[in-house]
């Protein structure tokens, strides 16, 4: 009886949670303007989406999107993972000093993060465009990065690294013999979860984005809103990013699930 | 020194971490082909000792050598030692050949030479036939074999082994060690073992060293460092000891257990206060007869497989340790008898505590890091050095570390036979000995008191 | 060149890079929101971007109309999202992990597209935008991280403390309120954080939710940086800097690495 009860609120609140996403999900498979309205199945919003039968600029900001999100999880996930090394191999209070940076952009709001950012851009006068986009997401998605890698050092025998040393590898043969196999399921979820975000991010690009025309995915959507009017082909755009970000959190788990069994063995 | 007949030379080693000394200026000449063990407890430096020697850590101070060469500033990998690690560190990427043939394979020996290589190391350490397999899927002892064939594939003329065993169960310890003693007497070199178990040092090595608080306490061999413990750590942490406190009378007299006894040692002079050392299987005992030195009563008896270990009261208040293959049960009456050759003297380490202080004010002075109240200072101004004396007995120990002046935890505990004499670390990393006749701990965290009268000020 | 090669084959020296990095892009941006927020636009030292938010009207009433939604979008979280955790966490009333993944999932959604399909929802179901849709939808998107945090905790909990209760004669109910409850509070205060925070500064989301008939403080904010009023933007950013750090003090959480872990379950 009370598992019914508790199973009935869960399933209710999970209705609350996706009531929005499958209006959206179902409503995108009809040709209607004005969501709401069925006028029957149809696959016509998606065609137009990829045929560039609507705006031009849509596809541009995808690609954007893509392009920077690329950049920024390549850039995030190596920098991360050598700070991570680095910050691992600290003593007390430096460590600590360094995980509490790392720790700040996690912890603000993304408002600040870009306003921030965007006064650092304005005071050395650089240019906003793709560039400080690239910049500041790679700034948000780093400590990210050294999140995941760092629980790989953590399990890691300490003395794996000075093993290598110690049968005659230089320091950087050990790095690539021993230390990067053996992080790289760490890095491989860092930099998924660095793209997600990257992909995700609203506040912070809007701030770093400047006024030179370049858009991403989300100031697209944005910009379209408050025209008033939801652009009926992106009913479909967000089922597809929907179904993309479902798909990627699954293959997350499903390697840290293996990773956690591989460590438990 | 360049011809001489030492592997490694560590020329008064020191190392600090912060203020933390770990290493207090170690010397230590190895000859070559002899298998060395460093003996102590946890924390006395003896793994940092070996992590300098393969080149993981630099020493603050001292030089080293290794066959000869100057070695102090020289990176590991480019050492002629290899290491078997305490977890093993085995690379868990790689099956068992790759590990072994790693060291191999970075300095660009032909495959058909790693190959027959790898296959003799194999052998050598009894694990043919594995080579494929997934380091993962191996046993600790198997896991333990590979990383010694990944050492000493690798035809180092040292081999460093932290405490290889640790991590085995005691019958695999056992076996592993004869196999580590045969395999020292076939590949020739020279083998430095860290260990913190008393026994595998007794069993494996030519020389043990002992260490305590990153100080070598005694270097010899196993016998000697048995038989002639030179201090009163030495004799608690290798086998077991009645280590009691005494009184050298003159020469060959020496008064403890409230008796006085004929004894070997000489030179200590008259009215000497020192340490006793008596191993518990020198002292016969027997049902009580009037031929005794010193009568007691048994207070338990328990069988030990070969011998019987019995804790007997004396007459005079103390409880000392006896082995004997006789038992004798608890509440009956004995008596015992040690001969002069079993009886070790030792000159204590120290008196009482002492420690260099500053005059806070004319009733404060400050050490340990704190400031105590001591009796009015009516000669010595305030901002001036003192040296500050204290009793063993006279340091007060609170459960709660709040009810005393400074903090410190329990860091090694000696049974006298009627107190307990306590080294307690401060949280500033200073030592203080306290005679105490309450039982602790070991890492018991205690608030440290003093008397203001106890404090014996004198200037510096 | 040989410096840098032994500088960097000490591991701990790894750090630098990313350290650097943070100075630049963290730290930096940090310390010019504070400058700009204590001088005019011409470079003046002056209060009065602060004066200037006390005494005009409007900036404060929306600084409090914040605050006020932000009170009860978190209160209305904790009373939807703690029973959901503890179900999800008792392996007797779910047993299924999929059922803790649908809840987190909708977190890693673009927070614009989660916005517009919550007004599209609101349309579909002709209801009116307003304050109403404002906290339906905050409530809808912050959810999620408040369910999470607290599952988080209650999933770690020693199993032993409840038995021990148990043992002890407790009741289900008084198992309940003197052990679960103290111990998840951990939990609690980590989606506090995650929830009040993010709803004082999310802007676009007040805007689309209702029309733009309600501004919330966030909104403000990029108004007038938008408006090129940086020096103002920038002191409005900064209280709200000091109002979330008050938050962080009040909830006493450091340990927000549990929340943000790469891996979801």
Redesign the interface.
């Known amino acids: 009886m009370?598992?019914f009860f508790?199973?009935t609120?869960?399933w209710l609140?999970?209705a609350?949670?996706?009531?929005?996403?499958l209006?959206?999900a179902i409503?995108s498979f009809t040709e209607a303007k004005v969501?709401?309205n069925w006028t029957g199945f149809s696959t016509k919003l998606y065609t137009s989406l990829f045929s560039g039968g609507v705006h031009h600029s849509l596809l541009t900001a995808i690609e954007n999107t893509f392009i920077i999100a690329i950049i920024s999880a390549a850039v995030s996930t190596l920098?991360?993972s050598?700070?991570a090394?680095?910050?691992?191999?600290?003593?007390h209070k430096?460590k600590m000093v360094?995980n509490t940076?790392?720790?700040?952009?996690?912890?603000?709001?993304?408002?600040?993060?870009g306003?921030?950012?965007?006064?650092?851009f304005?005071?050395l006068g650089i240019t906003q465009g793709y560039t400080t986009v690239v910049?500041?997401h790679?700034?948000f998605c780093?400590p990210?990065v050294?999140?995941?890698v760092m629980?790989r050092l953590q399990q890691m025998?300490p003395?794996?690294?000075?093993?290598?040393?110690?049968?005659?590898?230089?320091?950087m043969?050990a790095l690539r013999?021993?230390l990067i196999?053996?992080l790289k399921p760490?890095m491989i979820?860092?930099f998924i979860?660095a793209f997600?975000l990257s992909?995700?991010d609203?506040?912070v690009t809007?701030?770093t984005i400047g006024t030179e025309g370049l858009e991403t995915?989300?100031t697209y959507?944005?910009a379209d809103?408050?025209k008033g009017g939801?652009t009926p082909e992106?009913r479909p755009l967000?089922t597809i990013?929907?179904a993309t970000?479902?798909l990627l959190?699954i293959v997350?788990?499903i390697r840290?699930?293996r990773?956690?069994k591989q460590s438990n063995? | 020194m360049k011809d001489s007949n030492f592997i490694i030379e560590l020329n008064h080693i020191s190392k600090r971490f912060g203020d933390k000394v770990v290493l207090d200026d170690v010397s230590l000449f190895v000859k070559k082909g002899e298998f060395v063990t460093i003996l102590g407890p946890s924390g006395c430096g003896k793994t940092t000792l070996l992590r300098i020697l393969a080149g993981f850590g630099t020493a603050s101070e001292g030089e080293i050598r290794i066959a000869g060469e100057q070695m102090t500033d020289i990176p590991p990998h480019l050492r002629p030692v290899n290491t078997v690690f305490q977890r093993y560190a085995l690379f868990p990427h790689l099956n068992v050949y790759d590990n072994i043939a790693f060291g191999l394979k970075l300095k660009k020996v032909k495959a058909d030479e790693i190959d027959m290589r790898v296959r003799r190391a194999l052998k050598m350490v009894g694990m043919t036939d594995y080579e494929w397999r997934d380091v993962n899927s191996l046993s600790g002892g198997q896991q333990q074999r590979v990383a010694i064939a990944r050492a000493i594939i690798n035809q180092p003329q040292v081999l460093l082994l932290d405490e290889p065993l640790a991590a085995l169960d005691l019958k695999m310890r056992k076996d592993m060690q004869m196999e580590l003693k045969q395999m020292h007497k076939e590949l020739g070199i020279t083998f430095v073992y860290v260990t913190h178990d008393q026994e595998e040092a007794l069993t494996l090595s030519d020389t043990i060293v002992v260490m305590s608080e990153g100080r070598v306490q005694q270097i010899g061999t196993p016998i000697d460092i048995y038989n002639e413990p030179s201090n009163a750590f030495v004799a608690d942490f290798i086998g077991e000891s009645n280590i009691l406190n005494g009184t050298m009378i003159k020469d060959k007299a020496v008064s403890f257990l409230g008796h006085e006894f004929e004894c070997v040692d000489k030179g200590f002079g008259e009215n000497t206060p020192v340490d006793v050392v008596i191993r518990p299987e020198d002292i016969y005992i027997m049902a009580r007869t009037d031929s005794g030195m010193f009568n007691g009563v048994v207070q338990s008896c328990i069988f030990k497989g070969v011998h019987y270990e019995m804790t007997v009261n004396t007459a005079e208040g103390y409880e000392i340790m006896i082995q004997d293959y006789n038992a004798f049960e608890a509440g009956q009456e004995v008596s015992m008898i040690i001969k002069p050759s079993d009886i070790h003297v030792m000159k204590k380490e120290r008196l009482c505590n002492s420690f260099d202080g500053v005059m806070v004010d004319s009733t404060h002075v400050e050490i340990l890091g704190a400031s105590f109240v001591c009796a009015e200072q009516a000669d010595i101004e305030g901002g001036e050095k003192v040296k500050v004396e204290v009793a063993f007995e006279k340091i007060e120990l609170m459960d709660n570390k709040d009810d005393g002046v400074v903090e410190g935890d329990v860091r090694f505990i000696l049974y006298k036979g009627d107190h307990y004499h306590l080294t307690i670390r401060t949280e500033n990393g200073d030592n203080l000995y306290v005679n105490t006749c309450d039982v602790w701990d070991d890492r018991d965290i205690v608030g440290i008191k003093i008397q203001p009268e106890d404090l014996k000020i004198t200037k510096a | 060149m040989n410096w840098l090669v032994k500088t960097f084959s000490r591991r701990h020296n790894w750090s630098i890079p990313y350290l650097i990095f943070l100075l630049i892009f963290v730290v930096l941006p940090m310390i010019l929101i504070v400058y700009y927020a204590f001088h005019d636009a011409d470079g003046n030292m002056t209060l009065r971007n602060f004066t200037k938010f006390i005494s005009n009207a409007e900036a404060a009433n929306t600084f409090v109309y914040s605050i006020g939604i932000a009170i009860i979008t978190t209160l209305l979280c904790i009373l939807l999202g703690y029973p959901a955790a503890y179900i999800l966490s008792n392996s007797e009333l779910c047993r299924s992990k999929v059922m803790v993944v649908l809840f987190i999932l909708p977190m890693w959604i673009n927070i614009l597209v989660r916005t517009l399909a919550t007004v599209a929802l609101f349309d579909f179901l002709s209801l009116p935008l307003g304050e109403g849709a404002l906290i339906f939808g905050m409530v809808y998107n912050f959810l999620p991280f408040m369910i999470y945090p607290i599952y988080n905790t209650m999933q770690k909990m020693d199993h032993s403390y409840i038995e021990a209760a148990q043992d002890l004669g407790a009741s289900p109910m008084k198992v309940f309120t003197k052990v679960m409850v103290p111990l998840s509070m951990p939990g609690v205060m980590s989606g506090v954080m995650m929830v009040f925070m993010p709803t004082i500064s999310t802007f676009a989301i007040a805007e689309l939710l209702t029309m733009n008939n309600i501004k919330l403080f966030g909104t403000t904010i990029q108004e007038n940086i938008n408006n090129g009023m940086w020096n103002y933007g920038a002191a409005l950013s900064l209280i709200m800097l000091v109002i979330i750090f008050a938050t962080n003090l009040f909830s006493d959480e450091d340990d927000t690495s549990t929340t943000n872990e790469g891996g979801i379950i």
């Not at chain 1, 306003?115 to 650092?120: D, E, H, Q, R």
């Open positions: 009370k598992k508790a199973q609120y869960l609140l999970l609350m949670l996706y009531a929005p996403i209006i959206i409503f969501l709401g920098l991360g050598i700070a090394i680095g910050i691992f191999n600290l003593h430096k360094m940076l790392n720790n700040i952009p996690m912890l603000n709001p993304d408002i600040i993060t306003i921030s950012l965007f006064l650092l304005v005071s910049l500041a790679i700034t780093t990210y050294v999140l995941c629980p025998n003395n794996i690294y000075e093993a290598a040393l110690d049968l005659g590898a230089t320091p043969q013999k021993v196999p053996e760490g979820s860092g979860l997600t992909i995700d609203f506040a809007i701030f995915l989300s959507i944005y809103a408050r939801l992106l967000s990013i929907f970000v479902l959190l997350i788990n840290s699930a990773n956690k063995a």
